[in-house]
Every structure is written in C-alpha cells, then in structure tokens.
C-alpha cells in the first residue's frame, strides 16, 4: 500500500537547525514535495525534489535518496516564525495524485 | 497575483442539513483541487479538475457528496445530507497547467463543524 511516514511532533531552540524526516512507500515514484502549514493557515509549498540530492532555498533545503526511499526537509537558522506543521508528499508515477503524510509539528523555543 | 479565495471560512450546521462550499483559484491555473483536511491529518485528496472536467474523483463520497465546475474557473463543493463525521477543513487549491504535482498553490480553507 502507500504510505508515507514523518515524526508527529520535533521539538528545537531558535537559532539551531532541525532535520524532518519522510520515508515513503509507493507503488512508484516521481518526486517528493514539502509544504508549510500554520495553525489556522493553508498549507504553502516550500520545496521540491524529483531527482536524488539537495536542494536549496534560503535557509530551507530538502534531501531525497531514491534508491533509500527518504527525504528530509532541514530548516537552519530557525525562528519562532517556522513554529508549523510541515508535510511531506509524494507523487506516485501511476496517477497525478500527491499522497500526503500526516505532517510533523515543529515546536520552537526560545 | 491574487491567491486562491474560499468561503465561507466557517460554517456550523446541524447533521443532516446541506452545505456548500465556494472557491475562485488563481487566475490562469486550469487545476483545481478539493482537499479535505481532518486535525492532525494531512490533505486528502476529494477531487481534481482539469478545466470543467473532473478527471479524478474516486475519493469523493459520491452518494452525499457532489462538485461542479462550471467555465472551467469557479467551483462549488456539496455536501447533503451532512454527516458527524463530516466535520474538517476543505481545502481547494489550484495549479499551473503540468505543474501541480510539485507546487500547489492553497486557499485558507472552510472550517465545517457539524452538530
């Protein structure tokens, strides 16, 4: 079945970095997307990857093995901003559906 | 740009009542998605159009559950009779023609609560 698994909740001081976690299994595969989500808000997309390697954005980048079929979303420099919940989701190669995970909620303290 | 508009934001009915939601998406993004969202949960996936066309709906509770996209632009999500277990957040979202299975862009969704 497809399924994909992050951690529910991480926890980091201001200022440091933190690492979230996707490892995913699909019939199939095309690419693994990351999305910010706010209490209350919509969730907003912060990255992308369709081949193995990282990616950079700002002080957000995002990891994918392939052959390991994980990802990771690393978020440096934190600030009480980033306090969310970020979701990982996959496109699998046989239909133009995202499967979604259940997101990790990313708690920041000062 | 404008983003993608829903509402209403909240809506309260008692179950058995029917609801409706509305959402314009961004101007030129010829995809438009329903999502549900329950607590603590990811997006789930209602339904997809490419234009006016639903190209896949087989999530969608078909038997109290409709949606129409009339022009290819504005949409509206149903739900008659509602049931307890209805209670989420609709989300819609919309995206650039070929691109939305890496970025699609939300609205602030609708708060149903079901009594």
């Known amino acids: 079945g497809q399924s994909l698994e992050q951690p529910s909740e991480v926890t980091a001081v201001e200022g440091a970095i933190v690492q979230i976690n996707c490892t995913y299994q699909?019939?199939?595969?095309?690419?693994l997307s990351w999305y910010q989500q706010h209490d209350g808000g919509a969730p907003t997309f912060l990255s992308y990857?369709?081949l193995d390697g990282l990616e950079e954005t700002g002080r957000f980048s995002s990891f994918l093995s392939r052959s390991d079929s994980y990802g990771y979303l690393l978020l440096q420099e934190l600030q009480m901003k980033d306090s969310a919940s970020y979701f990982c989701?996959?496109?699998?190669?046989?239909?133009?559906?995202?499967?979604w995970g259940a997101g990790t909620k990313l708690i920041i303290k000062p | 740009e404008a983003g993608v508009v829903q509402s209403p934001r909240y809506k309260i009915i008692e179950k058995k009542q029917p609801v409706a939601f509305w959402c314009n998406p961004i101007?030129?993004?010829?995809?438009l998605y329903w999502y549900r969202q329950n607590l603590g949960q990811g997006p789930e996936l209602l339904i997809r159009?490419?234009?006016?066309?639903?190209?896949?709906d087989s999530q969608l509770p078909k038997d109290r559950f409709s949606a129409e996209r009339l022009k290819g632009v504005d949409s509206t999500l149903k739900i008659q009779p509602a049931e307890l277990g209805d209670s989420a957040v609709y989300l819609c979202?919309?995206?650039?023609?070929?691109?939305?299975?890496?970025?699609?862009?939300f609205g602030p969704g609708t708060r149903l609560t079901v009594l």
């Open positions: 979202a919309s995206s650039r023609p070929g691109t939305g299975v890496r970025e699609q862009f």
């Open positions: 101007s030129g993004h010829n995809t």
């Open positions: 159009y490419e234009n006016e066309e639903a190209v896949d």
């Open positions: 699909t019939s199939g595969f095309y690419g």
């Open positions: 990857n369709g």
């Open positions: 989701a996959v496109r699998e190669e046989s239909n133009y559906q995202l499967i």
